[in-house]
């Protein structure tokens, strides 16, 4: 009966024990299967390129040459017809500067002006001049004499001057070529008052933006640097500017400080009050390793990648540099011609085992 009891114990203990080896021997197969399974992975490899940190900031941008012309005296309106079209001048016309657009007609007001007898008593003044001069170089007249006469030419002269810039008020001419933006209409003819708004015209070849940037930046961004301009309703073309001004004082609230770039615009693909976007270059590499800003992971304060080598993931800790919303330049952690992993490397430790795919 003792014999038949330690029996059934020695079994129980073998049969624990054996399921005990399963056990630990389940486990190990499953450590080995764990270790051995790589992980599919895609690669790039690195490689060198230009980048650019830019600051980006938006707003509406305006032509370089604008200007609303107004009438100087109440006179009578006579629109003029663009020599290029036959017709009168209208909104969206090309004009050229100096070109007159408005003649304003007022017979008294250029009776008052008098410019054809302010150009004879020119020259007439200039003929008596002449004479005295050259009397006396031959002792004829006195000094005195000569200078009445000088000064008499100086004051028809001044006045010829102040008749024709007088008769010039009744010409609105283009200050510099551009384009019509508003053309206010009046009758033929009709009597307009002084100080009416007659004519607006715009030339946006040049562009200019004004900008409100943070105080952090007041030492990076100087004066030439480049800016990239693009606009939604231009998703193929960016456009180059400058920054042509920037000013020294910080906003005490905002804690901004105001600048101005100047934007290219010779095919005239930009409107003038278009909101853009520009993204200012505040610093630049001709040649640095990029990488994708979205395979780093940060560990603490330190950031992490992996690159392929010999069918497995080495981790690599990194130093960056310049950033972009997509990129980042690498400033030491990894070489030119390795193999970075940007897919599958979430769950990947150092010395993972991988598979590169496609």
Do not use: W
């Amino acid at each position: 009966m003792i014999i038949h009891k330690q029996a059934i114990k020695y079994s129980k203990l073998i049969a624990l024990t054996l399921g005990l080896i399963n056990l630990f021997s389940c486990k190990n197969e499953a450590t080995s299967f764990n270790t051995d399974v790589a992980v599919n992975v895609s690669v790039q490899e690195v490689k060198k390129k230009p980048i650019e940190q830019t600051l980006i900031t938006t707003g509406s941008i305006s032509p370089e040459l604008q200007a609303n012309l107004k009438t100087e005296l109440a006179a009578h309106y006579h629109l003029q017809r663009n020599p290029r079209t036959g017709k009168p001048f209208k909104m969206g016309d090309q004009v050229k500067q100096h070109e007159l657009v408005i003649l304003l007609k007022d017979q008294e007001y250029t009776n008052n002006a008098n410019l054809p007898g302010a150009e004879l008593d020119k020259e007439i003044s200039a003929m008596e001049y002449e004479k005295q001069r050259a009397l006396y170089e031959k002792g004829g007249v006195t000094k005195r004499e000569l200078v009445n006469s000088e000064k008499t030419l100086l004051t028809a002269e001044q006045a010829y001057e102040n008749a024709a810039l007088s008769i010039e008020k009744l010409s609105i001419r283009a200050p510099f070529s551009g384009v019509i933006t508003d053309l206010p209409y009046f009758s033929p003819g009709i009597r307009v008052d002084n100080g009416q708004a007659v004519l607006s015209l715009m030339n946006y070849t040049s562009m200019m933006m004004d900008l409100s940037m943070p105080e952090n930046l007041l030492g990076q961004v100087e004066i030439n640097q480049e800016a990239n301009i693009m606009n939604y309703a231009l998703p193929n073309d960016t456009l180059k500017g400058r920054i042509t001004e920037l000013s020294p004082a910080i906003d005490i609230e905002a804690r901004t400080f105001k600048g101005r770039l100047r934007v290219d615009n010779d095919q005239e693909l930009l409107k003038p009050g278009m909101f853009v976007k520009a993204e200012i270059v505040v610093d630049q590499r001709d040649s640095a390793l990029v990488i994708p800003k979205e395979v780093i992971i940060t560990e603490g304060n330190r950031k992490v990648v992996f690159v392929a080598k010999n069918s497995a993931a080495q981790k690599r800790y990194i130093r960056t540099g310049i950033e972009t919303m997509s990129e980042v330049e690498v400033l030491e952690g990894i070489e030119v011609n390795e193999r970075l992993i940007i897919k599958g490397f979430e769950t990947l430790k150092d010395r993972s085992k991988v598979k590169v795919v496609k």
